[in-house]
């Protein structure tokens, strides 16, 4: 086939040149309902490279929206059956997959991407992927939804805000998982307090994964503007809302205080790493974090006099919403 009469169309776009989306390299992570859109716009206009990341398996449940799979796919592993249909699509992409979940995807790979893209139903892992588009500073671009609401974001690590630094940060119904999966992630599901399957319907995905492509291809294409804004589409009046962000330098994932090599923390003799843990929690919204000194995790019922050896102690915070440690001095108050 014709390379150039595939494309033909597009390439009348003024400004569109298919030699950048030819070496591009996209990373999607998620291809559920809204993932399964965005891949096929990808890769029908030709990109370069396209590494889908989803250790989720095919449910019934997901036939209504999920573009890329049929009865029979039904308990195989989405991101390889994407790949196949994908292929079909268009055979001259190169696709490559990781049935795994993104915590468990070597860094390398998001430091090779030129665009990120983030197609996923929980809070938790939107932070996780936003530390790790902000920790190998590349564009991310994000997305939800919701029965008929949905919303699109475009995050240039260090130039606008990140998912943490905004005010919008999902509700229930923008936080909750759309889909359950395995016993593994139903368990996480009851350790996070996250509620049964939400409601879904096929054109939001269409929707919602049209414009985050479209806006994978601008950055890309370096076409247009970007939108670094919060856009909010609700599909019962047919509106669409676009909120205004503003960088925070208090951010705990791309603030001004993250850039330097280190942060001071002030603790008491007395308290227990269990309190300064809480603390740490509280202040930098983490989830569960650990603490680690010289190489060993420290335990919940020491003391902190008992930690810090000198009156200055460096000390590493772990937590499943970062991507990398934060690095800490501690410094015991009088």
């Keep these: 086939m014709d390379e150039d009469e595939r494309y033909s169309r597009q390439q009348l776009i003024p400004g569109w040149d298919q030699l950048k989306l030819d070496s591009a390299n996209v990373v999607l992570v998620g291809i559920g309902a809204i993932g ?21 398996t095919i449910e019934v449940s997901n036939l209504n929206r999920q ?9 195989k592993s989405k991101s390889e059956t994407a790949v196949q249909r994908l292929k079909e699509i268009n055979p001259n992409i190169d696709i490559d997959f990781f ?3 993104m915590q468990d995807v070597s ?26 588009a902000v920790r190998v500073k590349k564009p991310l671009v994000m997305g939800g939804m919701f029965a008929f609401l949905g919303n699109a974001q475009v995050i240039i690590p260090h130039e606008t805000a990140c998912f943490e630094c905004q005010p919008l940060v999902p509700d229930e119904e923008l936080a909750q998982a759309c889909s359950p999966f395995g016993e593994e992630r139903k368990k996480e599901r009851q350790e996070i307090e996250i509620e049964p399957p939400l409601p879904a319907v096929a054109t939001l995905s269409s929707i919602i994964g049209g414009i985050m492509a479209q806006e994978a291809l601008k950055l890309i294409l370096e076409l247009g503007e970007k939108l ?18 503003k960088k925070s330098k208090e951010c705990p994932a791309c603030g001004e205080m993250y850039k330097l090599e280190q942060i001071e923390f002030v603790a008491h003799p007395t308290e227990t790493v269990k309190e300064l843990r809480m603390r740490l929690m509280l202040t930098y919204g983490l989830e569960k974090p650990d603490l680690m000194s010289q190489g060993k995790l420290l335990e919940a019922e020491s003391l902190i006099d008992d930690v810090m ?22 410094q015991k108050s009088d």
């Design 36 to 56: 399964s859109y965005v891949a096929t716009v990808l890769v029908s206009s030709g990109i370069g490279k396209l590494t889908i990341i989803d250790f989720d």
């Design 67 to 75: 573009l890329l799979f049929k009865n029979e796919d039904v308990g």
């Design 99 to 101: 049935h795994k979940k």
């Design 107 to 132: 860094v390398s790979v998001f430091e090779q991407a030129d665009v990120i893209i983030a197609c996923l139903d929980t809070f938790i892992d939107r932070r996780w992927i936003n530390s790790m």
């Design 228 to 245: 670094t804004n919060y856009l909010f589409y609700d599909g019962l009046p047919n509106a669409t809302t676009i909120i205004e962000l």
């Design 309 to 330: 050896e000198t009156e200055k102690t460096v000390i590493f915070v772990l937590d499943k919403n970062l991507a990398q440690p934060i690095k800490i001095v501690l």
